[in-house]
Nanobody, 126 residues
Framework: QVQLVESGGGSVQAGGSLRLSCVAS???????MGWFRQAPGKEREGVAAIYSGTGASYYVDSVKGRFTVSQDNGKNTVYLQMNSLKPEDTAMYYC????????????????????WGQGTQVTVPS
């Protein structure tokens, strides 16, 4: 079993920054960890993901150049640094993990993950 706990959400003005953290309570660092978001009335979408072994990272086009995903393997923690935030970034942000697999080959799809956190709200007022 893996428990994921997110933190760092909040309300920030457009152009501001936030850093989200996700701690995985597991006996090992999950192979693949991702960040997803879901706005009211919309489907959950993959935002960023990272493979713990290689450090390879992936981003949805709308956040490239603004968001950075990183990890601290010693702490089983993954971060999402969000800069230049926009109102359209407003959503509940979820951390997800695939302990042993490789997120089904596409780390920005929900189907690749077995474990999910409860989410942390990010609000960027327009």
């Amino acid at each position: 079993q893996v428990q994921l706990v997110e933190s760092g959400g909040g309300s920030v003005q457009a152009g501001g920054s936030l850093r989200l953290s996700c701690v995985a309570s597991a006996y090992r660092q999950p192979n693949c960890m991702g960040w997803f978001r879901q706005a009211p009335g919309k489907e959950r979408e993959g935002v960023a993901a990272i493979y713990s072994g290689t450090g390879a990272s992936y981003y949805v086009d709308s956040v490239k150049g603004r968001f950075t995903v990183s990890q601290d393997n010693g702490k089983n923690t993954v971060y999402l640094q969000m800069n230049s935030l926009k109102p359209e970034d407003t959503a509940m942000y979820y951390c997800a993990a695939d302990l042993w697999g490789l997120c089904s080959g596409n780390p920005l799809l929900t189907r690749g993950y077995s474990y999910w956190g409860q989410g942390t709200q990010v609000t960027v007022p327009s």
